[in-house]
């Protein structure tokens, strides 16, 4: 009985701001839309925004936030949705770019002077994002922290709210698609998101070799790979997107240097 | 734009390191990946921790299996940057490649499996003959892409005597 209530708040809560995420993202892309002197918003960032709130919220509603508070390895599925997935899905849809485009000049103008306060700036920066994504797991896991997010309601949905917010930051300072204040050099991002990786494969052979407390060894272990593997992958989806746009700024680059120029062979 | 016919040295020798290192970093990659789908996942022989592996260990297969990661994308994006600037140059490149990959390997047999104990390359066996053969051909990969380079050097010496030259 006390179940049941607590997972009826965790649906309504996370539920409800799904379905407001999307909803207000399709307002802010019909009133992009209608602005003539605009480009029409591009329709795979629809795409991306609406399946990167449906999965995150799907890890945190209904069946699945059922099963991942008993069992080790769809708690691991669930955090690969909310805290990498997820974030990945909705930072491709660009939303604040399109709340920037929608707002009244004044407002919008307000929102960009927030993106550049210096508080933004220190949450943008890669390190810390890093630590405040990778960092957070590591307290989650090897901690008690675990084990009370079970037994207390503000602490789960405490927990969840960290590490998709983590995992947002974590995706946006190192892919800029929306605008940010300071650009760091890609060689810089790189290492930092080389450093976080390790953290992250790191902390998945700890939790195989050592079992969060309460947890099962055959589940923790199985988790354990789950989030080695499915963490490399939602990763390497980052990284080709990181590289692309290094290859592709570099050549834009190059090109303003020297229009159609090539390099002739010396004599 | 790439050029229909014939090699162009010039930005062959103006790249020659970029090329080097292209195939340094996605040969290391590539070994990499092969280790964790070959090794890992299809023959079983490896495993994902052993019991026996010093905290040091899970550090240095952390730092390598992501720095492999990106050497592989990375390596590849500078192979389309290359291609772009009509300056790829295979055997350089396999040169490189040899090199990268043969290190990884050597790193991985000496100091992963026996000094940090991660894990053995298969369980319930002599390993001393897979020991040997994996660190030995490790070695073989690196003389090869060493020779490759040395002869893609000596490639873009004769193609610079061969060309007349105007004055």
């Known amino acids: 009985m006390l179940y049941d209530s607590f997972f009826a708040v965790t649906d309504w809560l996370f539920g409800v701001s799904a379905l407001l995420a999307i909803g207000l993202y399709l307002v802010g892309v019909y009133l992009s839309d209608r602005q003539e002197r605009l480009r029409k918003w591009p329709r795979l960032r629809i ?20 099963l991942s508070h008993g069992n080790f390895i769809w708690h691991m599925a669930g955090h690969l ?15 604040m770019t399109l709340l920037l485009r929608t707002l009244p000049v004044r407002q919008a103008r307000r929102v960009s002077r927030l993106l550049r306060s210096r508080l933004a700036g220190f949450y943008i920066h890669p390190v810390t994002a890093a630590v405040l994504n990778i960092g957070g797991l590591w307290l989650l896991y090897t901690t008690g922290l675990f084990a009370a997010m079970h037994h207390h309601l503000w602490l789960h949905i405490l927990v969840h709210v960290h590490v998709f917010a983590a995992g947002y930051l974590f995706t946006v300072s190192m892919l800029y698609i929306d605008p940010v ?5 890609y060689g810089y991002r790189t290492v930092v998101f080389i450093l976080a990786l390790a953290g992250h494969g790191i902390l998945s052979k700890f939790l195989y070799a050592y079992s969060p407390h309460g947890v099962p060894v055959e589940e923790a272990r199985a988790g354990a790979m789950l989030m080695y593997y499915g963490g490399d992958a939602v990763d390497l989806v980052i990284i080709v997107l990181l590289f692309r746009s290094w290859y592709l700024s570099s050549g834009s680059r190059r090109s303003a240097i020297s229009p159609g120029v090539p390099v002739r062979e010396m004599t | ?59 240095s297969d952390g730092l ?31 040169g490189g490649k040899l090199v990268g990959g043969g290190a990884f390997q050597l790193y991985d047999g000496t100091i992963q499996h026996k000094v940090l104990r991660i894990h053995q390359i298969r369980y319930d066996v002599d390993i001393v003959p897979y ?37």
Do not use: C
């Open chain 1, 181 to 185: 204040s300071r650009r760091f050099s």
């Open chain 1, 47 to 66: 795409v991306s925004w609406v399946s990167g709130a449906v999965l995150s919220a799907s890890a945190l509603v209904g069946p699945l936030a059922v």
């Open chain 2, 64 to 94: 390598f299996h992501a720095f492999s990661w990106f050497a592989t994308v990375g390596g590849l994006y500078l192979v389309a940057d290359l291609r772009r600037q009509d300056a790829l140059w295979h055997k350089m490149f396999w």
């Open chain 2, 131 to 167: 020991d040997v053969v994996w660190n030995g051909s490790a070695i073989i990969m690196i003389a090869a892409g060493f020779l490759l380079i040395r002869s893609a050097k000596q490639d873009s010496r004769g193609a610079g005597q061969v060309k007349p030259h105007a004055v």
């Open chain 1, 81 to 95: 949705l909310v805290g990498m997935l997820g974030p990945l899905l909705l930072a491709l849809g660009a939303p």
């Open chain 2, 1 to 59: 734009m790439p050029k229909k016919h014939g090699v162009n040295w010039a930005n062959r020798r103006k790249f020659q390191t970029k090329n080097l290192w292209a195939g340094i970093l996605f040969g290391l990659g590539f070994v990499a990946f092969m280790d964790e789908t070959v090794f890992h996942q299809l023959l079983h022989w490896h495993k994902f921790y052993d019991k026996s592996t010093v905290a040091m260990g899970l550090v």
